[in-house]
């Protein structure tokens, strides 16, 4: 009897449960103002549920089996002037673990200049709730802030655009070398 006793004991042993572990490739999906979709790889121990914080934003698969499993997140297109922000969460036993979702603004105001500087600087804006995206003209993109400044490889032909909500007037600090200023979408 003592014998299958100290049989059982490591047997007994390897059957504690293992904590529960929710592992993603990416810990936060930035979406465009359109909508869209976007894949989310994920690795659990156990079966697993997913939630959404926000009726804009939808997940396929909404559960699964332990292992590995990729899920779409799929947001509505962002008609606002505001860049609005959500999650997912994947529950695996009492853990639980979450994904942010960004969605950039739509920004209906568009200013265009033309220039040939080696760097700009970007107009200065005024408006209430202003946000904005500044698209260089040489494949750089950034969010809108003031002072800001982008210096190029060299000179040349560039046409940067500000994508911009909120905004009532913009001043630009020095037209030397600027072609083109069209405001018609502004």
């Known amino acids: 009897m003592m014998g299958l006793m100290v049989l059982l004991t490591p047997a007994l042993l390897s059957c504690e449960r293992e904590e529960p572990s929710v592992n993603f490739d990416v ?3 930035d979406m465009k103002a359109a909508g869209g979709s976007q894949t989310v790889n994920l690795t659990t121990n156990y079966d697993w549920t997913a939630t ?14 332990k292992g590995t499993a990729s899920l779409t997140v799929r947001a509505d297109a962002n008609d606002r002037s505001t860049l609005r922000r ?3 969460t994947i529950t695996c036993r009492d853990l639980t673990r979450s994904i942010s979702v960004n969605q950039q603004p739509d ?7 033309k220039h040939g500087n080696a760097s700009f600087k970007a107009p200065s804006f005024t408006g209430s709730g202003m946000t904005g995206t500044v698209l260089w ?6 969010t809108y802030r ?3 400044i982008h210096t190029y490889a060299s000179a040349g032909n560039y046409s940067v655009e500000i994508k911009t909500a909120g905004a009532y007037s913009f001043k630009v600090e020095s037209v030397a070398g600027v072609t083109e200023i069209d405001f018609l979408n502004f």
Request: negative net charge; proline residues 8%; aromatic residues 2%.
């Open 27 to 29: 810990a936060t999906l």
């Open 52 to 65: 959404t914080s926000d009726p804009w934003l939808q997940v396929s698969p909404a559960s699964g089996k």
């Open 86 to 88: 959500g999650s997912v």
């Open 107 to 113: 920004l209906p105001q568009s200013l265009v200049i």
């Open 137 to 142: 003209g040489d494949g750089a993109e950034e």
């Open 146 to 148: 003031s002072g800001l």
